[in-house]
């Protein structure tokens, strides 16, 4: 059997189904068994573990990841976001694997309008270091203390002034009868290595593999492709109204009078295109989604 060249880290949790559906698409296929933290993949140079995201920095960070999906988050929290070389960003704002925020909130009749308001008070968060860096660089001096979860009812019940919690819309904050002063930061899953991978010929080659093809899945999620019939008289009114990631493909058809045209185009826009298309004449609109767009 094939060693495998690269031992990946997907995080366990919120992540791990968004993590999993987006390989598939990108080519590979995990298979996840019960109990089991090491599902296989239908790569013989990849080794698959779920880990918890707040532990595979440290992984990969100490060599014993190659490779892994973490928060920038967690990171920092750890202390690892110095040692690790980041490959790139997994972003995509309409799934779960998008951009989150950490803020910093209080009750929503308190007092409190500022961060310097709470010098001297009570705050609770799970991100303790990072919550202390940011307000060691306001030169606020405040007691931050580790929250062991529901941090929003921390504030509720009078055990913190203030929390510093993450949220991707507040509304679960607000909910909550909690208000928003400030954003301690904004984060993002990031593909990461470590220096001797990178250095590792083949490794690096992996890597740069499977970074290409997640980065053209996510690319894929944002759009579709579209085909047609167009009268030829109406070509240049057509083409001038579709977006294209260079030009659309024209291709002649059987009878002069028509032509085939195709391209890609953001999802958002085609509910818009497809009347427009058709008051040209367009016929026989075709749309499909695409896995991958490099």
């Excluded at 089991?36 to 573990?49: A, K, L, M, Q, T």
């Excluded at 925020?101 to 009749?109: E, K, M, Q």
């Excluded at 997640?214 to 009268?231: F, R």
Aim: glycine share 6%.
């Amino acid at each position: 059997m094939q060693k495998p060249i690269i031992k990946l880290g997907i995080p366990k949790g919120s992540l791990e189904e968004t993590t999993i559906t987006l390989f598939e698409q990108a080519g590979w296929k995990i298979s996840r068994h019960s109990r089991n933290y090491f599902p296989e993949i239908n790569d013989p140079e990849i080794s698959v573990s779920i880990c918890r995201v707040q532990e595979i920095g440290s992984y990969v960070q100490d060599g014993i990841m190659d490779l892994g999906i973490a928060g920038q988050d967690w990171l920092i929290e750890r202390g690892v976001d110095k040692g690790l070389r980041q490959i790139s960003r997994l972003v995509y704002s309409k799934v779960s694997m998008k951009p989150c925020r950490w803020v910093l909130a209080v009750a929503g009749n308190s007092p409190f309008k500022t961060p310097e308001d709470l010098r001297g008070k009570r705050v609770a968060t799970e991100l303790v270091n990072m919550t202390r860096g940011y307000f060691s660089r306001k030169a606020i001096d405040c007691e931050v203390f580790y929250s062991w979860g529901a941090t929003e009812a921390k504030v509720v019940e009078g055990l913190a002034d203030g929390i510093v919690e993450v949220t991707e819309t507040g509304s679960t904050i607000r909910a909550q009868g909690l208000r928003i002063i400030d954003e301690v930061m904004e984060s993002c899953p990031v593909l990461i290595t470590n220096e001797e991978a990178w250095d590792d010929p083949a490794k690096r080659s992996k890597i740069e593999q499977i970074n290409l093809l997640l980065q053209g899945a996510l690319k894929a999620q944002s759009l579709v492709a579209i085909k047609m019939n167009a009268p030829a008289e109406k070509l240049d009114a057509i083409l001038e109204m579709l977006p294209a990631l260079n030009s659309p493909t024209v291709s002649p058809l059987r009878i002069p009078q028509w032509l085939s045209v195709e391209t890609v185009v953001d999802v958002n826009l085609v509910r818009d295109l497809i009347p427009r298309l058709c008051s040209l004449g367009a016929e026989g609109i075709i749309e499909y989604a695409l896995n991958k767009v490099i």
